[in-house]
């Protein structure tokens, strides 16, 4: 069965470091992958997204994700975390196959970041 | 300008009550989608319109009942409430549907249902 794992419920960092949110997926073949993210009390908003060639993607508020293959991996990073980052961050892939755009979604991973 | 707006934002309502959530999206996308969000945030998809037509339908209850008037607008109506439809439902739209399409979905701020 396709899946989508962000094996961390919460990650905390300090503000001014380097955060990394987790993502992994089962999915076959070569899967468009996305990161959204959710502040309290609003809807998702897309951050980036991997659909082919360089495997780093730049995206909004100074996001990027590593897609690695291999590790069927696409974590969401950030070179330095500021306090308006805490929220709630999603990962979502799409087979390419899948006539109905329908995206397989990982269960969200808390971000705090601490001043 | 909202891009994709749902009313109402909070419904409060009792257990057996008929009720509908409207959305509306401005973005000239053909694919509309409901979303159902638990207390855990788990996020699942309900159902998916694309031109009008029912794409998507995931096993849920039959007393959710989508209805696509055009394809800017994709509404929710729930017959005989129960506390487990207590959630917030998102509604959601994007361009574009079928193997190549890669756009991104955007989101409503979600309508929170609470069943007494």
């Known amino acids: 069965a396709q899946s989508v794992a962000q094996p961390e419920d919460q990650v905390n960092v300090a503000e001014g470091n380097p955060l990394t949110v987790k993502c992994t997926y089962s999915?076959?073949?070569?899967?468009?992958l996305f990161w959204y993210v959710q502040y309290p009390n609003r809807g998702l908003q897309f951050l980036l997204k991997y659909i082919t060639g360089d495997n780093l993607v730049k995206g909004s508020y100074g996001f990027e994700a590593e897609f690695n293959k291999s590790q069927t991996s696409f974590h969401l990073k950030k070179p330095s975390a500021l306090v308006s980052d805490s929220a709630l961050y999603f990962c979502a892939v799409r087979d390419r196959r899948d006539s109905n755009y329908q995206l397989i979604w990982g269960a969200g991973t808390k971000l705090i970041i601490k001043p | 300008d909202t891009a994709v707006s749902q009313t109402p934002k909070y419904l409060v309502t009792q257990m057996g009550n008929d009720k509908s959530i409207k959305c509306e999206q401005n973005?000239?996308?053909?694919?509309m989608y409901w979303y159902k969000q638990d207390s855990k945030k788990f996020l699942k998809i309900m159902f998916s319109?694309?031109?009008?037509?029912?794409?998507i339908n995931e096993t849920v209850p039959n007393r959710f009942s989508p209805k696509s008037p055009d394809k800017a607008h994709l509404n929710l109506h729930i017959n005989s409430l129960e506390l487990g439809d207590s959630a917030v439902y998102f509604c959601a739209s994007s361009q574009g549907q079928g193997g190549t399409s890669n756009q991104p979905q955007h989101f409503g701020d979600g309508t929170r249902l609470s069943i007494l």
């Open positions: 319109y694309n031109n009008k037509e029912l794409i």
């Open positions: 973005l000239g996308h053909d694919t």
């Open positions: 999915v076959s073949g070569n899967p468009y």
